[in-house]
């Protein structure tokens, strides 16, 4: 099923121009990239009341329409509505840094090592982790299981892995709470943005059709594995995104599968950020703070709403 047009409360991250005709609107609770409509009225008054909410810090509710990728409505919400949303969505505490990042000179011989080059505070916080890839991939194999198009998921909501222009942030947490509470071991996230002059995420979604998708930020849970190469013992950074790939990857391969510039010339991934399981969704365009979502509300919700949507026209 194509995606139909969604109403979300949402919170601008940033509003950039693209080039002499295209600006770009760019949501926290969305990775999607969107434009506005055609018609020149409705371009201005949407631009306004989204250069206020921006400016303001306060939530809208916008009219969505996803393949195009086009903003269609923008809604003000009431104090009441406001407070709420911001009850639900309370920030992460102590958020870990962001890393700028050139993905070119990337060495996976060493970037992936956890304790000699990924050294984040947010490891401190657990350590249960992966005792081997075998149990790696087993875990990878049971969230890819949990797809909505499979008809195989034993947990409720599916997980939409089969629908991969928005929704990453519900997949990951939703998978989070598999791997820490089916399995016991820790789960950070990483995220990927794309925050830096015209700087996209291009992915080409060979699993789902081979189209293009485009982000401005994605994220995914991310496993420390150990593992035994000859005499050396290394703990390993893996990333858990069946939404793109059939196996656990290297934090870097993850990386560098969103510079695909046949799909966007402009595909770069200008930083990263590993966070705390926790962590839900960027809460600026910076990738400085994180909004959580501890109930779930969030996820589960957007999991429904996604669960029988097809990435490619």
């Given at each position: 099923?194509?995606?139909?047009?969604?109403?979300?409360?949402?919170?601008?991250?940033?509003?950039?121009?693209?080039?002499?005709?295209?600006?770009?609107?760019l949501?926290n609770?969305?990775?999607?990239?969107?434009?506005?409509?055609?018609?020149?009225k409705?371009?201005?008054?949407?631009s306004?009341?989204?250069?206020?909410?921006?400016r303001?810090?306060?939530?809208?509710?916008a009219?969505l329409?996803?393949?195009?990728g086009v903003?269609r409505?923008?809604e003000?919400?009431?104090?009441?509505?406001?407070?709420?949303?911001?009850?639900?969505?309370?920030?992460?505490?102590?958020?870990d840094r962001?890393?700028?990042?050139?993905?070119?000179?990337?060495?996976?011989?060493?970037?992936?090592?956890?304790?000699?080059?990924?050294?984040?505070?947010?490891?401190?916080?657990?350590?249960?982790?992966?005792p081997?890839?075998?149990?790696?991939?087993?875990?990878?194999?049971?969230?890819?299981?949990q797809?909505?198009?499979?008809?195989?998921?034993?947990?409720?909501?599916?997980?939409?892995?089969?629908?991969?222009?928005?929704?990453c942030?519900?997949?990951?947490?939703?998978m989070?709470?598999?791997?820490?509470?089916?399995?016991?071991y820790?789960?950070?996230?990483?995220?990927?943005?794309?925050?830096?002059?015209?700087?996209?995420?291009?992915?080409?979604?060979?699993?789902?059709?081979?189209?293009?998708?485009?982000?401005?930020?994605?994220?995914?849970p991310?496993?420390?594995?150990?593992?035994?190469i000859?005499?050396?013992?290394?703990?390993?950074?893996?990333?858990?995104?069946?939404?793109?790939?059939?196996?656990?990857?290297?934090?870097?391969?993850?990386l560098?599968?969103?510079?695909?510039?046949?799909?966007a010339?402009?595909?770069?991934?200008?930083?990263?950020?590993i966070?705390?399981?926790?962590?839900?969704?960027?809460?600026?365009?910076?990738?400085?703070?994180?909004?959580?979502?501890?109930?779930?509300?969030?996820?589960?919700?957007t999991?429904?709403?996604?669960?029988?949507?097809?990435t490619?026209?």
């Amino acid at each position: 099923m194509r995606a139909k047009r969604e109403t979300a409360v949402l919170t601008v991250a940033a509003i950039r121009r693209r080039d002499s005709r295209v600006t770009e609107y760019l949501f926290n609770e969305r990775q999607q990239i969107f434009t506005m409509p055609a018609a020149r009225k409705a371009r201005v008054q949407l631009s306004t009341q989204l250069t206020r909410a921006l400016r303001q810090g306060t939530p809208v509710r916008a009219v969505l329409d996803p393949l195009p990728g086009v903003i269609r409505r923008i809604e003000p919400l009431s104090p009441d509505q406001t407070a709420e949303f911001e009850r639900e969505r309370p920030p992460l505490e102590k958020p870990d840094r962001i890393v700028r990042l050139n993905v070119a000179a990337i060495d996976p011989a060493t970037f992936n090592v956890v304790d000699r080059y990924l050294k984040f505070p947010t490891f401190k916080l657990c350590t249960k982790i992966v005792p081997n890839y075998k149990t790696a991939k087993k875990i990878f194999d049971f969230c890819a299981k949990q797809s909505c198009h499979l008809g195989t998921a034993t947990v409720t909501p599916c997980i939409p892995f089969q629908y991969v222009r928005d929704g990453c942030y519900a997949r990951a947490h939703k998978m989070r709470k598999i791997i820490t509470e089916r399995y016991g071991y820790c789960c950070e996230k990483v995220f990927s943005f794309a925050n830096q002059g015209n700087d996209t995420l291009a992915v080409r979604a060979d699993k789902w059709g081979g189209c293009c998708v485009t982000w401005w930020y994605h994220v995914t849970p991310l496993l420390r594995v150990r593992f035994k190469i000859g005499p050396f013992k290394l703990v390993l950074a893996l990333a858990i995104d069946p939404g793109m790939f059939d196996k656990p990857v290297l934090l870097s391969s993850w990386l560098m599968a969103q510079e695909n510039t046949a799909c966007a010339a402009n595909g770069h991934v200008s930083a990263y950020s590993i966070q705390p399981g926790s962590a839900y969704a960027p809460a600026n365009y910076q990738g400085t703070a994180f909004s959580t979502d501890p109930a779930y509300t969030a996820t589960n919700a957007t999991l429904i709403a996604y669960k029988n949507l097809t990435t490619c026209p």
